[in-house]
């Protein structure tokens, strides 16, 4: 199983842009994406691409991610040649729609990994789900058997999601709720770590709704959010890291338990609420969490 830890924040940065990329790496974000794709213009993308490669091997041993463009278009290729090194931490790949995008993206990986002098597998990829035939194929895409593994875990975009269905993005977002809902569980049951969220694009200034829109996420179980402003990597930071409150009760339930198990007996009550094998786990998960997010 690949393990890249815990992603909570994913900052964009334009490829076109890389005068805001130490900044974005300072923000306390837990890694950074180089977006050569939506972000930077066709007549822009070929010197993007050089600048990238050569910001790459000036950053060495940085949590960076590159967003290359999709499978079918011409820039692919040249993407894959341009910034498959050493110093590329993750890809993410855009509008991934079956298990066999998943095949050919590999593939292609395999060749530019050898050119690159890299051993096979040893780029890892996320996955941007983006439209309805992603969503709909979730299942076979994080099920998708590569040799070496591939994919580390999926993400969601909401921005050409609603575009594919013809419907607006709302505050509230339950037109996000049904796809939202499909990433964590196809996740879970492949091994796959937790999905990342999509970005909340609706008003940047509006941090209780980021705060609110975040909260949902965590609750379906995403594990962070792709981020597109700095000013929104402290509140999604914290809404996806245990608080004191947790932690401190995490560590009760676990001692208890543990006593508990000692003395040979199984469930117990701490604090009046009901204490199983299921509940402890959950309370190592918390302390896990902390761990990964310090």
């Known amino acids: 199983m690949i393990d890249l830890g815990l992603i909570r924040t994913a900052l964009f940065v334009p490829g076109n842009r890389l005068d805001r990329l130490d900044k974005a790496l300072a923000t306390g974000a837990d890694a950074v994406i180089i977006d050569l794709e939506d972000a930077v213009p066709p007549g822009q993308k070929a010197q993007a691409r050089v600048d990238v490669a050569n910001k790459l091997a000036d950053t060495p041993g940085r949590k960076i991610i590159v967003r290359i463009n999709g499978l079918d278009t011409p820039e692919f290729a040249q993407d894959l040649k341009a910034v498959v090194g050493p110093h590329l ?46 969503v709909d194929d979730i299942s076979q895409i994080v099920a998708c058997q590569t040799e070496p593994a591939r994919l580390y875990t999926v993400a969601f975009g909401a921005a050409d999601y609603s575009l594919d269905l013809g419907i607006a993005l709302t505050a509230g977002g339950n037109e996000l709720f049904y796809a939202r809902s499909r990433l964590p569980i196809a996740c879970r049951a492949h091994d796959l770590a937790p999905p990342i969220d999509t970005p909340y694009m609706i008003d940047l200034k509006d941090i209780p709704a980021l705060k609110a829109d975040t909260a949902r996420a965590k609750q379906l179980g995403f594990m962070g959010k792709l981020c597109i402003h700095p000013n929104q990597i402290e509140p999604v930071n914290t809404i996806f890291s245990p608080g004191p409150d947790e932690i401190a009760q ?19 009550q701490v604090d009046g609420k009901f204490v199983d094998l299921p509940v402890v786990e959950r309370a190592r998960r918390t302390l896990r969490l902390a761990s990964a997010g310090a």
């Open 250 to 268: 995490a560590r009760k339930v676990i001692q208890a338990y543990e006593e508990s198990e000692a003395k040979g007996q199984g469930a117990l």
């Open 89 to 134: 931490w993750a890809l993410i790949a855009p509008k991934i729609e079956s298990a066999m995008d998943v095949a050919r993206l590999h593939d292609a990986l395999l060749k530019a990994e050898a050119a690159a002098r890299l051993q096979p597998g040893d780029l890892p990829v996320i996955a941007l789900i983006e439209t309805a035939k992603g």
